[in-house]
């Protein structure tokens, strides 16, 4: 890993070693991935007051996440597919999470079960719920994943249809890849790829393999979980849950101060400030750039999470300066183990905690939770400094 210096270069060598149908795949957004940028942008534009003259020789960064414990304020954000970059990915993603001592939570379309997940670590994770049209499906997930110990579930809200991913969709992306003759040159240019994922346990979406009758075929699963996501999604929809599901509940997905305080008032346990990455709505705001006014609709009546743009720790130092309690990253642990599996993760985790160490050193902060005004602010234009 002497190369690797950054999240940057983990995604750079993760372009690498994927074939492109799949790299494009996590690294891209809906439509012209106007989102994607605005997240990366507006986090850069912030600016971090440097502040020397304190003693910061003891410095805390642990946090609890929806009751859970993290040992940064960091989670491991629920991604689709990660076990379509690496052999067993969702599991070995788990695993490092758990040796680092960070929150990891399962997504729905994972590659890896909940079940294989909770046989890998024998800890409780999380798991990110999309909820189906079939509503048998629905409770059959939330049964599995309360029977496998799971601590929290990551209730998505912002799926009424699925975004346009015009890469995915011009490469014909399935599960697995579907074998069309350009992705085939893709995948045979790409040995080592090929090779790790003959020892896959499954290839196909884990969490529906027994659920449905489609599951047989893989093009008839891909197409009935696009068809199943549901437009009457509502607020309803959401007590529902809270009502059947005991555990911690968080919503995912919250870019308006009125969904903020719905979340409240059904009863939520934390709320995910997130654009989904970029990947559904495009031409919507950074999740950055809506977070003040979160915080301030809500203050401390509910926890503040905040997911979209994690590349550094100073970004984490950023978000939490704007009011979110602990922050979840996607990309930065999936480049990590697209490139080098679970030590992958493990050294994106290790590069995060080292920048917000750094962070923390020169902006003169001792405990994260204590961030005063004036730590994060725009960065003025050119000729205004």
Wanted: hydrophobic share 40%; charged share 20%.
């Amino acid at each position: 890993m002497s190369k690797v210096a950054s999240i940057f270069d983990l995604e750079c060598l993760a372009r690498e070693r994927l074939p492109g149908v799949v790299f494009d795949y996590i690294h891209g957004g809906s439509e012209q991935q106007l989102t994607v940028q605005r997240n990366l942008d507006d986090m850069r534009a912030l600016a971090l007051r440097q502040h020397s003259l304190r003693d910061v020789s003891h410095r805390d960064t642990r946090v609890t996440m929806a009751g859970d414990p993290a040992r940064i304020p960091l989670a491991l954000g629920p991604t689709g597919l990660a076990g379509l970059t690496w052999a067993n990915g969702e599991c070995e993603a788990a695993r490092a999470a758990v040796d680092f001592g960070v929150p990891f939570c399962l997504s729905t379309c994972s590659i890896n079960s909940i079940e294989d997940v909770a046989e890998a670590i024998n800890q409780p994770f999380w798991f990110q719920l999309y909820l189906m049209k079939d509503h048998k499906v629905n409770a059959s997930l939330m049964r599995r994943a309360h029977d496998a110990n799971c601590s929290a579930l990551v209730l998505t809200i912002d799926l009424h249809t699925q975004g346009k991913r015009w890469a995915d969709e011009k490469h014909g992306l399935a599960v697995p890849p579907r074998l069309t003759p350009a992705n085939i040159m893709q995948m045979v240019g790409h040995p080592r790829w090929l090779a790790n994922m003959a020892g896959s346990k499954r290839y196909t979406f884990g969490n529906f393999e027994h659920e449905i009758k489609e599951a047989g075929s893989i093009g008839s699963l891909s197409k009935w979980i696009e068809e199943q996501f549901d437009p009457s999604f509502d607020v309803n929809t959401a007590r529902r849950v809270r009502a059947t599901w005991q555990r911690k509940l968080i919503l995912k997905g919250v870019m308006n101060p009125d969904d903020a305080r719905t979340a409240i008032d059904i009863g939520a346990d934390a709320i995910i400030v997130s654009n989904h990455g970029g990947r559904q709505l495009d031409g919507a705001p950074s999740s950055i750039s809506v977070l003040p006014e979160i915080v301030d609709a809500v203050g401390d009546r509910i926890e503040v999470l905040f997911d979209g743009g994690i590349r550094t720790g100073g970004d984490i130092v950023k978000a939490i300066g704007l009011g979110a309690h602990a922050c979840l990253s996607g990309r930065a642990w999936l480049y990590g183990l697209a490139a080098r599996g679970r030590e992958g993760v493990t050294c994106a985790l290790t590069l995060l905690e080292q920048e917000l160490q750094d962070c923390m050193l020169l902006t003169g902060l001792d405990n994260l939770q204590r961030i005063e005004p004036g730590v994060v602010t725009a960065q003025p234009p050119l000729g205004r400094r």
